[in-house]
């Protein structure tokens, strides 16, 4: 049960087609309006907001989303009015008032244009890079949204007085860093004791001349590094010739976008004037005397604590020649590669209205629009307005969001979640509001430069936030294809959707297929695995190239699959062939003991779902050699099985991801324990008690308003960087429970 304190109802989440923005004491639904109140909070009311967030990361350093869901269920949440099944064996009555409750609560929390909205905090280095840009642009946020912002970063100091990547992970010097640095340009006073422990924690790990390069790039913008200590992001290599392997358009977009504004930042050696604060944060985070630090030798310094990858040989002997030719560069070069990384950074701003592909090019693209345009340009201005897009506020503070919201992605989860029994034909309104957003969110026209910026197609992707970030995903096409279909089966919905639409659907799914049969995210992948040597960041893996992930391929297999039952004219050889490749791809990423890793959120148990539900509809439509599926199902089941725990739930921890080995989290946890059951379920010899087991721990988790308490975070990015589904707790279970409903109910 949520403990509302008052300080929370100051904050109000506005939505519009999907878009989030927080406001302080908002005095319409105006989301134009927002800030209105935001710099008119008393010293009471920032006393009175100290105490009621004051939130215990020891308990669990994941939030619950509680601001935004107590407020949701005040103004929506209406006892269940329908028609509810009357059945006589009593667990089967508690089965279908559970997901009954389940479902209700949830409908609660939709919004009025028809998506979930959600926390997706969890990184810890976002925040710094917005403060960082406020300070540098001189663009303070209002009173109200920084006396938050400090809640926050004091509430997920860990107890060594440092902070982690993630809120979930131990001290890194990237993290805690970053945060110290924060809490300063935010006022905090030096001699704040959990400042004095912190700069302990620095100065005992070696100080802040090993934090790791993205780290070294914000302090060089804040004057607190030298761009010497910096390697060489080479801005010309923008201007090699497309052909070759290296030129930048083939990295993974989320790299490409984000070492694009780095490299101008470079170019420009962007870095604010000296000032009292600067000179004092010198002192406060080297453990040297800043004067004396030879920078060249700490470009490849880093903290133990915060290496994950180690840079490898190539690229130390790359950066040695591009470290060597910032002193004889051409300057009409230098000036060439600037012009052509601004108007790429432009047209980025454009196609996605000043979103941007994700938080931190957000934030990098802002600071160079700002030094180039000034910040009474109109370009900066329309960056400013976008930065609250990305603020969200729990019960730990306010944080910066991993994304502008996981909206699409949620909602069409939802809808499929809703709809997996005859229970959900008894939320009518929620399912078609539920297709109006995802109707909404499809990508109907192609932007004039998208070629020229080396965009994938998108007429007829959907994307993983909203239409205004607009940049497809291949996914969570396969995603928004998906719930659909399920929405238009369960009749609900009037008109649907035009087919010629859905056909775009299925042609950027097949666009999007790898030559190894598998799917990646974004685009296809676009170069060979050996450029992954030149991944620069240390703290991230596999960032050089969009990949193909066994999550990916199996939400396009099943949608391709889906789409064959329901059109099987449509392009019926293609996609067969597609099919059986994309099946090929799944079955190879199988590991020894049967399982699946998976790359986007915790882990095991996540991908192996997805690859069972792809097998499995595989097998049961008869699309490939039946007995290699079985056998590998079998092996899918074993493993399962292997993990469950003596309460009859799964649990695993981020450890999972980022050492790539199976790691136990101590409880079970309903998220991980959900998406072993729908697997589980799918697998016809398995014995059925131990389905049940699962099922009961489900119900016993869930409380009595019908939610499910926030447990360990599920969501991952890069094998190393943590991120929050706050609705994830939901959507699985009743998932799940739905599903065990309609085998056991249904037939
Ligand atoms: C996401 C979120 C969604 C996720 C899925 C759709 C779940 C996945 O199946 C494919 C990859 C994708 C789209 C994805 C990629 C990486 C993202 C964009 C994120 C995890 C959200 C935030 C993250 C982004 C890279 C964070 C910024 C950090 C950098 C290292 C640039």
């Known amino acids: 049960m949520l403990n509302v304190k008052p300080s929370w109802k100051n904050w109000q989440l506005l939505t519009e087609q999907g878009r989030h923005i927080w406001a302080f004491k908002p005095m319409s639904n105006d989301i134009n309006r927002h800030l209105q109140n935001a710099d008119n909070i008393s010293e009471q009311e920032i006393r009175l907001a100290a105490e009621d967030f004051k939130f215990d990361k020891q308990v669990n350093p994941n939030s619950g989303d509680k601001v935004f869901r107590s407020a949701a269920l005040e103004s929506n949440f209406q006892p269940f009015s329908g028609e509810a099944p009357v059945l006589t064996n009593p667990d089967q009555q508690k089965l279908a008032d559970s997901i009954i409750k389940g479902i209700n609560y949830f409908a609660s929390l939709q919004s009025a244009d028809g998506h979930w909205a959600g926390d997706y905090g969890g990184p810890l280095f976002l925040l710094p890079g917005l403060l960082i840009a406020s300070y540098v642009t001189s663009t303070p946020f209002p009173k109200a949204h920084q006396e938050m912002m400090k809640l926050y970063l004091f509430n997920h100091q860990n107890a060594d007085a440092g902070w982690g990547m993630h809120i979930e992970g131990e001290s890194t010097m990237f993290g805690t860093v970053m945060q110290y640095v924060s809490l300063r340009l935010l006022g905090v006073d030096k001699e704040e004791p959990a400042l004095v422990k912190a700069r302990e924690w620095i100065k005992t790990n070696g100080g802040a001349a090993g934090i790791p390069s993205w780290g070294k790039f914000y302090l060089s913008i804040l004057n607190l590094y030298d761009w010497q200590g910096f390697n060489s992001l080479f801005p010309e290599m923008w201007l090699f010739p497309k052909w070759l392997p290296i030129h930048p358009w083939r990295y993974w977009c989320h790299s490409r976008m984000v070492y694009l504004p780095m490299a101008y930042c470079y170019a420009q050696r962007i870095k604010m004037p000296e000032n009292p604060l600067i000179l004092s944060l010198r002192t406060e985070i080297y453990s040297e005397n800043y004067a004396e630090i030879n920078w060249p030798q700490q470009r490849n310094k880093v903290c133990a604590k915060d290496s994950y990858t180690v840079l490898s040989p190539i690229l130390k002997w790359m950066n040695l020649f591009t470290n060597s030719y910032e002193k004889i560069r051409s300057t009409w070069l230098r000036k060439k590669a600037t012009n052509y990384i601004l108007r790429y950074l432009n047209a980025e701003d454009q196609q996605t209205d000043y979103i941007n592909i994700g938080p931190v090019n957000k934030v990098i693209n802002s600071i160079c629009i700002w030094q180039a345009y000034g910040a009474e340009s109109e370009q900066f201005k329309q960056h400013v307005a976008r930065w609250f897009d990305y603020l969200w506020v729990a019960e730990d503070g306010m944080k910066m969001s991993g994304y502008n919201g996981s909206q699409l992605w949620d909602t069409a989860f939802s809808a499929r979640a809703i709809l997996e029994s005859d229970l959900g034909l008894l939320f009518p309104g929620i399912v078609q509001k539920a297709y109006q957003f995802i109707d909404h969110s499809q990508i109907k026209a192609e932007h004039p430069t998208h070629a020229e910026f080396f965009r994938h197609p998108m007429i007829g992707s959907w994307p993983f936030s909203t239409a205004e970030n607009g940049w497809p995903v291949a996914d969570c096409t396969a995603e928004g294809l998906s719930a659909s279909l399920a929405i238009h089966e369960s009749g609900l919905v009037k008109p649907t959707i035009e087919e010629s639409r859905l056909q775009q659907a299925v042609d950027i799914i097949l666009s999007y297929q790898n030559k190894d049969g598998g799917w990646a995210t974004y685009e296809l992948s676009r170069a060979p695995k050996w450029l992954e040597k030149l991944n620069p960041s240390e703290v991230f893996a596999d960032i050089m190239i969009d990949y193909s992930w066994t999550e990916c391929t199996a939400a396009c297999v099943i949608s391709l699959i889906e789409i064959q039952q329901t059109y099987p004219d449509y392009k019926t050889a293609e996609l067969k062939q597609s099919i059986s490749t994309g099946l090929a791809f799944i079955l190879k990423k199988q590991r020894q003991d049967g399982s699946w890793y998976g790359g986007w959120a915790v882990c095991f148990t996540y991908a192996t779902w997805f690859a069972v ?135």
């Open 613 to 747: 539900e792809a097998l499995s509809k595989a097998k049961a439509k008869g699309y490939y050699n039946d007995v290699t599926l079985a056998e590998s199902l079998q092996k899918a089941a074993v493993f399962l099985l292997g993990k469950q725990k003596i309460d009859g739930g799964w649990g695993e921890t981020f450890k999972s991801c980022s050492k790539l080995v199976y790691t136990e989290a101590v409880t079970s946890q309903v998220v991980n324990t959900a998406w072993a059951l729908l697997a589980l379920m799918l697998i016809k010899e398995v014995d059925i008690t131990v389905i049940n087991a699962g099922i009961n721990f489900l119900q016993s988790r869930q409380t009595a308003d019908g939610d499910w308490e926030q447990e360990n975070i599920s969501g991952v990015f890069n094998y190393n960087c943590m991120i929050t589904y706050a609705n994830y707790r939901n959507i699985f279970p009743i998932w799940v429970l739905n599903r065990y409903y309609k085998v056991t109910m249904q037939g």
